[in-house]
């Protein structure tokens, strides 16, 4: 049975940071591309980062670029993301997602089987 459990989140001020870890299990860690979304009250989920089976590949979109560093640890089945200088419209429910693919990694929703929870972000003006 595949979990992903997804942590970290919080309240912050506009200008702080935050890491989000995320853990999965039942899986084959490194045989899967791992993307953070997010999705606020009345948005559509959005993917903000997203990073290749070995790390050696990664995504922004122009709204978190140089902000947002995603990061993985295939030895502890570890996802990471950084987040500095946040602002207030970063506020999200924000998900860890797996989705097996060769190379690469996409922001593509659909490409993504495993999910888990969310973890809330508040960032405060």
């Known amino acids: 049975q595949v979990q992903v459990v997804e942590s970290g989140g919080g309240l912050v001020q506009a200008g702080g940071s935050l890491r989000l870890s995320c853990t999965a299990s039942?899986?084959?860690?490194?045989?899967?591309?791992m993307t953070w979304f997010r999705q606020a009250p009345g948005k559509e989920r959005e993917g903000v980062s997203c990073?290749?089976?070995?790390?050696?590949?990664?995504y922004y979109p122009n709204s978190v670029k140089g902000r947002f560093t995603i990061s993985r640890d295939n030895a502890k089945n570890t996802l990471f993301l950084q987040m500095n200088s946040l602002k207030p419209e970063d506020t999200a429910m924000y998900y860890c997602?797996?989705?097996?693919?060769?190379?690469?990694?996409?922001?593509?929703?659909?490409?993504?089987?495993?999910w888990g929870q969310g973890t809330q972000v508040t960032v405060s003006s």
């Open positions: 997602a797996a989705g097996r693919r060769y190379n690469g990694c996409s922001l593509l929703l659909y490409e993504y089987n495993y």
């Open positions: 990073i290749s089976r070995s790390g050696a590949s990664t």
């Open positions: 039942g899986l084959t860690f490194d045989d899967y591309a």
